[in-house]
C-alpha cells in the first residue's frame, strides 16, 4: 500500500501558510451592502458556507452557528476520498513533473476508501465494494483523459480573501495550467475544482460557483497580473462507464463585482440575524436526505410532513 498522507492542517482555521489577497471595494459599495456591524459565527466565511446560506438561510443557522453538522453521507465520503486521491497525484506532479502511475493512486484510493466507510453511520443501501469498483474506473478514465494535460501549480493551498471587513477563507482544489485537449496550442491559467457527481455540470453551473470564483482570485493575485484565468470543474460522473468532463469559463469583471456583492450581502444577512428557511419548491436539496435540518424546519416542509402524518 501507498504511504499515508502527512496529517493536514485543521480546516477551517486560520494558518500562517495561508496567502491573503484583499480584492478592492469602495466605500460606496461597502455602505450600501454592509449597513450593520460585522457579526459572524467565526472570524471568516468560506465558499461553502455562503453557498449553503444562499440555498437555505435556515440550514446555515442549524449547521454553522447552532453546531449541528450531522455525519457524512456516502456521496460527500465518496467525493472527498477521491479528491484526496487527486491530490495525491498533483503533489507528486509538482515536485516531479509527471503523473504517478494510476495503479498506485488507485491503491491509495481503496486504502482511503476502506477507512473513510467506517465514518459513515447511514449507508443507505451502498456496499464498500461498489464505491472500490467505481473509484477504480474514475481514477483510470481522469488518468487517461485529463491528467496528462494538468500542470499543477498549487495543490490545496490556503487563501484568505479579504472584500471589507469580512474574510474569506478557501483552499483552491488545483491551480496551474491547462494544456489543450487537440492539437500543440498555449496552456491556459486554470483554476479547477473536482467534483463527483452524478449528473453533468452545466453552463449555469459553472457561472454561478463561487467556489470557482473564490479559485480564479486566488489565480490572478496568486500570479501578480490581471489576465484573466479560467475556472471549471473536473466532473468525475458516476455513470455506469464514469466520465470525466471539463466544464469552464473565462473569469470576468463582472463576476468579480458579482461576488463582492454577494458576500457582503450575505454577510449582512447574517450579522442581522436573518435566517429564513428556503422555499422547498424551489430548491432540489430541501430534502431529508440532504439537509440535517429537515426535521426542524419551519417551512413548508415540516408542515407538508406534519399533515401526512395527521391523515
Known sequence: ??????TKKKKGVISEDAIEITVPVSD???DKYLTTKLQLPREH?????ITTYQNCAY????????????????????????????????LYKVKTGKDRPVKKVIEFLCDELHDNWKT??????????????????????????FAHRLIPRLVEQEFVIKIGPVKILCYSDVIGELKPAVG?????????????????????DVAHSIQLTTYGICDMAERVCDVMSDVGFVTCVKS????????????????????????????????????????????????????????????????????????
Open 45 to 49: 466565511l468560506s465558499p461553502s458556507s
Open 28 to 30: 460606496y459599495i461597502l
Open 240 to 311: 455506469k462507464m464514469p466520465t470525466i468532463e471539463w466544464q469552464s469559463a473565462t473569469m470576468h469583471q463582472g463576476r468579480i463585482d458579482w461576488f463582492v456583492r454577494t458576500v457582503l450581502s450575505v454577510a449582512n444577512a447574517i450579522s442581522r440575524g436573518a435566517f429564513p428557511p428556503c422555499d422547498p419548491t424551489e430548491n432540489g436539496l430541501c430534502s431529508e436526505k440532504w439537509c440535517n435540518a429537515w426535521d426542524k424546519c419551519l417551512g413548508s416542509c415540516k408542515r407538508r410532513k406534519e399533515r401526512v402524518e395527521n391523515d
Open 120 to 145: 459513515v453511520e447511514e449507508k443507505y443501501g451502498h456496499k464498500e465494494r461498489d464505491l472500490i469498483i467505481r473509484g477504480k474506473k474514475i481514477q483510470e478514465r481522469y488518468h487517461q483523459i
Open 184 to 204: 500543440r496550442g498555449p496552456a491556459k491559467n486554470v483554476a479547477c475544482d473536482y467534483k463527483v457527481s452524478s449528473r453533468s455540470k452545466s453552463d449555469k
Open 1 to 6: 500500500m501507498p504511504p499515508k498522507k502527512k
Open 59 to 90: 440550514q446555515f443557522e442549524d449547521q454553522y452557528i447552532n453546531g449541528n453538522r450531522g455525519g457524512d453521507s456516502v456521496e460527500s465520503m465518496e467525493g472527498t476520498t477521491h479528491h484526496s486521491a487527486f491530490e495525491y497525484n498533483n
